[in-house]
T-cell receptor, first 113, second 113 residues
Framework: EAQVTQNPRYLITVTGKKLTVTCSQNMNHEYMSWYRQDPGLGLRQIYYSMNVEVTDKGDVPEGYKVSRKEKRNFPLILESPSPNQTSLYFC????????????FGDGTRLSIL | GNSVTQMEGPVTLSEEAFLTINCTYTATGYPSLFWYVQYPGEGLQLLLKATKADDKGSNKGFEATYRKETTSFHLEKGSVQVSDSAVYFCALIGSTGGFKTIFGAGTRLFVKA
């Protein structure tokens, strides 16, 4: 089954404790992206990647890192999480670019205390 | 920078009513425009898109026309169903400055039987 898989689905952690949210897709897609969803703000793009080793900042990259060492994986790293990063996070992928339908994962709910 | 403004929700309609969800945008050049839908507990799915002025995107009875003169991309459906209850997001990708995807805040639709 074609899918975008995020892990973990839920995480409660504390300020300053490094964490990684993994994202993996099995569709051989070139484009991948991370978003955060907050009430009243919709989705805001954090980072995106057009292909392996190619990443670019979205609108809200501060406090986040990403890497794209292989096509299927696009982990989101919070080196020193803070409470304002409490949010619902979505990973998405599309075949070549965001102009094609983006396939979204089921989301990761992060709570930073 | 680029931005998307959607009408605030929630919108509550009775089954078979006509739906309009307004979306206007600010962008330089010729952006591509999208409507995504998010059903409860799920990630987003592409509903329709339009990539140039006067294009009409349509899917599942929904349609939207790219109006450059009014910088709008309003979503319409002639007869809504209970199963259309969801959150609808308008989005754009600019034609300059990379491939950032900008989403609106989302409009929640409730359809009553």
């Amino acid at each position: 089954e074609a899918q975008v898989t995020q892990n973990p689905r839920y995480l409660i952690t504390v300020t300053g404790k490094k964490l990684t949210v993994t994202c993996s897709q099995n569709m051989n897609h070139e484009y991948m992206s991370w978003y955060r969803q907050d009430p009243g703000l919709g989705l805001r793009q954090i980072y995106y990647s057009m292909n392996v080793e190619v990443t670019d900042k979205g609108d809200v990259p501060e406090g986040y890192k990403v890497s794209r060492k292989e096509k299927r994986n696009f982990p989101l790293i919070l080196e020193s999480p803070s409470p304002n990063q409490t949010s619902l996070y979505f990973c998405a992928s599309s075949p070549d670019s965001p102009y094609q339908p983006q396939h979204f994962g089921d989301g990761t709910r992060l709570s930073i205390l | 920078g680029n931005s998307v403004t959607q009408m605030e929700g929630p919108v509550t309609l009775s089954e078979e009513a006509f739906l309009t969800i307004n979306c206007t945008y600010t962008a330089t050049g010729y952006p591509s425009l999208f409507w995504y839908v998010q059903y409860p507990g799920e990630g987003l799915q592409l509903l329709l898109k339009a990539t140039k002025a006067d294009d009409k995107g349509s899917n599942k009875g929904f349609e939207a026309t790219y109006r450059k003169e009014t910088t709008s991309f309003h979503l319409e459906k002639g007869s809504v169903q209970v199963s259309d209850s969801a959150v609808y997001f308008c989005a754009l990708i600019g034609s300059t400055g990379g491939f950032k995807t900008i989403f609106g805040a989302g409009t929640r639709l409730f359809v009553k039987a």
